[in-house]
């Protein structure tokens, strides 16, 4: 009679912060891929590209000319999905056609002047005018009082839908909340009324303690891998402190999660020997709505890649459908990406 | 002063069926697009693969050897991500580590012997004989005491994660009711109570009035892009009749079917005259779990292309994060699909 193992046998696991499930199939990575294999994009980029829109001194699209820029440089969206002078307006008939008009502001920021870094092949005090500027703008954006919800975020790499491999985030913040924070917000308000602490606080907690989804942690940040990881590598940086945005750290703060993301993004790199891609942003509260004392500052990494740099994860029938889907379990990354080194290949094998 | 259009200014919409909203941009299809082109997977197979395992006669993973056969043929996947000798267990740490054991079953259908063909290339009478394997395999799946629910779908081209381009489809069943039909069951159900009507019968009787997303109807179902649809050519088909499961289809309502898979599919492969990717499934009640008079059958095509066969949307950084999000407007894509002809592109040139 067997014994029901998590290592091996089909299982779903709660997301505490959505009340989702995820189905994990640790068996499943027996399965041959004789699938679709990505391009890996040359690496061969020069430190400036005249035709690059974000490279210092270039012109853009809505005809302005970058400045000279030296750290990191901000600018709005020439492409933007929201706008700020949208009418006021909404549609409802019969509770079946129901839209409402959307305000926004879609900002661009470049990581760095030169043109062939990311952040992993960034120093520490470079990631940290980054996070500055995070900072600075979450602060500015949170001071226009229709703004409800200010996402930060990344897309890295061409498979991520990543246009320009300049190093670059953006900033969308919209008049709604949107859909993930909203769930999120929920389960950290229903702990919160029961427990008087932060879910998340509790959580990490739980984590340290057990060891087993642990990658790295400083004196201000942990970097795990959640119990209900959807991606095969996804990741969380989640804040010691209980802070519910950017806008409360401190000095030494910002310092330790810019090592935080270097060392996450440094030790994805070396996992396939790759520049590995992403989508990842902060989760924090709401702007502009009341008080929130349940939220907790987190950033999630969701990276595509399952195999090796050509082969990734595919989200699609029964995950669309049905339920988010895993192969590995999520103790397998934790330890393979705990055993990378820190040391980018890149540099080493110089 | 500007009025709030929604052809032209950013706003949400809500899905009916789930709850959740999407982000629509009509204004940013100008934006230029100089990232990820995707690979057009060459049509020239044979119409038998000696080394593909779906085609007759050929040898699969598990030993077996596929029979000789001239409709469909339906065999369990030997990488099955649902196992149905799966131990029973589960965990909870504190309402914060959450694991339950997940029982099922997955099966796969080749659509056809033919290793060249897809959907829209079979004769109507040829969807027809899968609709009547779906509906056989339903039915025997649902007389499984512990299997809850039966998700059928299909994911078609390399795009959408389907390694083998011999026409097929898959059936995963499972012991509990995931995600998406956890959502829909709600929604339904609430407005069931209120107004005692089917809320997909009421919004199919308001979208046949208004006429702007339907892409065609015929005696038993229609095709329409949603007025929430999230992937940019999103379409669903719908049954006029409100009925809760493909067992309680007729000869004539699995004919009609088959024809409206055909038309939909073949309007698709017109639209950027290549094979269109897409993932696809139907979406019905819950089975051996009580009763559902409030679902009603529908069927969800989820296809990635944006605006060639080389260029999808990326649902990436904001939308993982955040909130799904689209470029096109559902009227302009429903117009398109609509002028599309019946007639494959492939056959009229020939
Ligand atoms: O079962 P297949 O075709 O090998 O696999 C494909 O469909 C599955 C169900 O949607 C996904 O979990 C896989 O990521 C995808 O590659
Ligand atoms: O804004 P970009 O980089 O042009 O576009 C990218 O990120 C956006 C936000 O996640 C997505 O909506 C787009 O599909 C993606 O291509």
Redesign the interface.
């Given at each position: 009679?067997?014994?029901?193992e998590?290592d091996s046998?089909?299982?779903?696991?709660?997301n505490?912060l959505t009340g989702?499930?995820v189905?994990?199939?640790p068996?499943?990575t027996?399965?041959?891929?004789?699938?679709?294999v990505e391009d890996v994009t040359p690496d061969n980029r020069p430190e400036y590209d005249p035709k690059c829109y974000l490279c210092p001194g270039n012109g853009r699209?809505d005809g302005d000319t970058n400045p000279e820029y030296t750290e990191s440089f901000v600018f709005n969206n020439d492409?933007?999905?929201?706008?700020e002078?949208?009418?006021?307006?909404?549609?409802n008939?019969?509770?079946?056609?129901?839209?409402?008009?959307?305000?926004?502001l879609c900002k661009v920021i470049s990581f760095s002047p030169k043109h062939n870094l990311t952040l992993p092949e960034m120093t520490v005090e470079a990631i940290t005018a980054v996070v500055n500027v995070w900072q600075k703008e979450f602060n500015s954006l949170a001071e226009i009082e229709w703004i409800k919800?200010i996402?930060i975020?990344?897309?890295k790499g061409?498979?991520?839908?990543?246009?320009?491999p300049h190093p670059h985030g953006?900033i969308?913040s919209q008049g709604?909340i949107?859909?993930?924070?909203a769930k999120e917000t929920e389960r950290q308000k229903t702990y919160y009324a029961i427990h008087r602490r932060s879910l998340l606080a509790?959580?990490l907690k739980?984590e340290l303690k057990k060891n087993e989804r642990i990658i790295f942690e400083n004196d201000h940040f942990a970097v795990l891998v959640p119990?209900w990881a959807v991606w095969p590598y996804e990741t969380m940086i989640i804040s010691k402190r209980h802070v519910n945005s950017i806008k409360l750290f401190n000095e030494a703060e910002k310092k330790s999660l810019a090592e935080a993301i270097k060392i996450l993004t440094t030790k994805y790199d070396n996992l396939f020997e790759t520049s590995f891609p992403y989508?990842?942003?902060m989760?924090q509260a709401p702007v502009n709505n009341g008080y929130y004392p349940e939220w907790h500052w987190h950033m999630?990494f969701?990276p595509p890649l399952l195999r090796s740099a050509t082969v990734k994860k595919?989200m699609?029938?029964?995950e669309?459908?049905?339920?988010?889907?895993r192969?590995i379990t999520p103790e397998f990354a934790a330890t393979r990406l705990k055993e990378m080194s820190v040391q980018h290949y890149k540099t080493s094998k110089a």
């Open positions: 009679n067997q014994t029901f998590l046998n089909p299982h779903t696991r709660l505490i989702e499930w189905l994990v199939s068996h499943r027996k399965r041959p891929w004789q699938g679709k699209a492409f933007a999905a929201l706008l002078d949208t009418p006021a307006g909404s549609m008939e019969d509770d079946l056609l129901v839209a409402n008009n959307q305000k926004g919800y996402q975020f990344e897309n061409e498979i991520m839908g990543c246009s320009n953006q969308w709604d949107p859909l993930e924070i509790d959580y739980l119990f989508s990842a942003g989760h999630h969701y595919f699609v029938g029964y669309m459908l049905a339920n988010p889907q192969d």
